[in-house]
């Protein structure tokens, strides 16, 4: 039996799907069986991220209206051996999938997958209570802005209030040289704030923007900070204990100077 | 020296600027009060002192803020002017 994970933030483009499509082929990498949908009904992109926007046929209304087996609908990723995509449908809305629904696909999908990630559309409305309506575990994503944080701790208590206890959390887009100055939170300044458990940590980098041009995944470029902090996050859930942030911190900035000092090219 | 200067801007760092203001407005939304409870409240308060003191109604400032010790707990702070203490 697997484990059905939702990815959610409140506030939007704090990289919830950028973080579900990484998450999804680490844990791919790492020879799970893994199955992604996107919970974004209407504003479809985990594909795109994905890159997988040319293979769609069926989408996740198709499969809980029963217009098609579930196994027609998931599309394979031939990149990442075990990974597959359930799209979201671009041209309906979000109350064309039912709380009831949600529960029924994913509990259909975790007798077959070891994971099931859902990535939540922003927001705290309909498209929120359907995407964690069948998760048996919370990750929520933050930025270290003011907002972002705030929408976070709304989001904690909305999920602790449907039974998601001990949410963890991924902040996203941190920039050391900002945090070495005072400029921006850190990562204890955040979970004091929000009191919950932190499962990654992830910097500020370009690699991103190239990866998701790209449609590939970040968390397989060995030679990317982002890369590396996909990786340890992927470990991190499935019960790896790896060593932490500061560290991680660390080595994101020597990377940084090492690069400044044109190790790279 | 630099240190020194370092020390002394920590509590106005934008990202301390950006704590305090967060920890204050989670305290609102955690503590999930509507204006019409506060207003409710503010009533209430008002009628009980008028009683014993004549206060100025629309100097009196009720609020949800956090106690001044490190440990910031919520607390409903009331700032009431007195006109003058009445007589028994």
Do not use: W
């Not at chain 1, 449908?89 to 999908?109: F, G, H, I, P, Y």
């Not at chain 1, 990654?200 to 923007?209: A, H, K, L, M, N």
């Not at chain 2, 950006?18 to 204050?24: E, Q, T, V």
């Not at chain 2, 014993?52 to 700032?79: C, F, H, M, S, W």
């Amino acid at each position: 039996m697997g484990e059905v994970i939702v990815i959610t933030s409140g506030k939007g483009g704090v990289g919830k799907t950028t973080t579900t499509a990484n998450l999804g082929a680490g844990l791919a990498l790492e020879g799970k069986k893994v199955v992604v949908i996107d919970a974004d009904i209407g504003l479809r992109n985990l594909d795109v991220v994905l890159g997988l926007e040319n293979r769609i046929v069926y989408d996740i209304v198709d499969v809980v209206s029963k217009t098609c087996e579930p196994k027609k609908a998931l599309i394979k990723d031939r990149r990442f051996d075990g990974l597959f995509l359930l799209p979201a449908a671009q041209t309906r809305d979000k109350d064309a999938v039912t709380e009831a629904q949600m529960v029924e696909l994913c509990n259909s999908l975790k007798e077959e997958f070891d994971f099931v990630l859902v990535d939540c559309p922003a927001g705290i409305e309909q498209g929120f209570k359907n995407a964690i309506a069948g998760a048996d575990r919370a990750i929520v994503v933050t930025t270290p802005e003011i907002s972002a944080v705030r929408d976070a701790d709304r989001i904690i208590g909305l999920l602790e209030a449907h039974d998601l206890r001990d949410p963890e959390l991924i902040v996203n887009r941190i920039r050391i040289d900002m945090v070495k100055r005072g400029d921006m939170m850190n990562i204890s300044d955040m979970t004091d704030i929000l009191n919950i458990d932190i499962i990654g940590i992830v910097p500020d980098d370009e690699q991103i923007v190239i990866s998701t041009n790209r449609g590939e995944p970040a968390v397989k470029e060995m030679e990317s900070m982002s890369g590396k902090a996909y990786r340890n996050i992927t470990k991190r859930v499935i019960g790896e204990e790896i060593p932490f942030l500061e560290l991680e911190i660390q080595e994101g900035f020597m990377d940084k100077v090492m690069k400044i000092f044109s190790f790279r090219r | 020296m630099f240190d020194l200067f370092k020390f002394l801007s920590k509590d106005t760092s934008s990202k301390n600027v950006a704590k305090d203001r967060l920890k204050l407005v989670l305290i609102h939304d955690r503590s999930n009060c509507s204006p019409e409870f506060l207003e409710m409240v503010k009533g209430d308060i008002m009628r009980t002192i008028s009683e014993y003191i004549d206060i100025d109604e629309d100097g009196l400032d009720i609020r949800i803020t956090q106690t001044t010790d490190d440990e910031g707990k919520p607390a409903l702070v009331a700032n009431i002017p007195i006109k003058s203490m009445r007589r028994k």
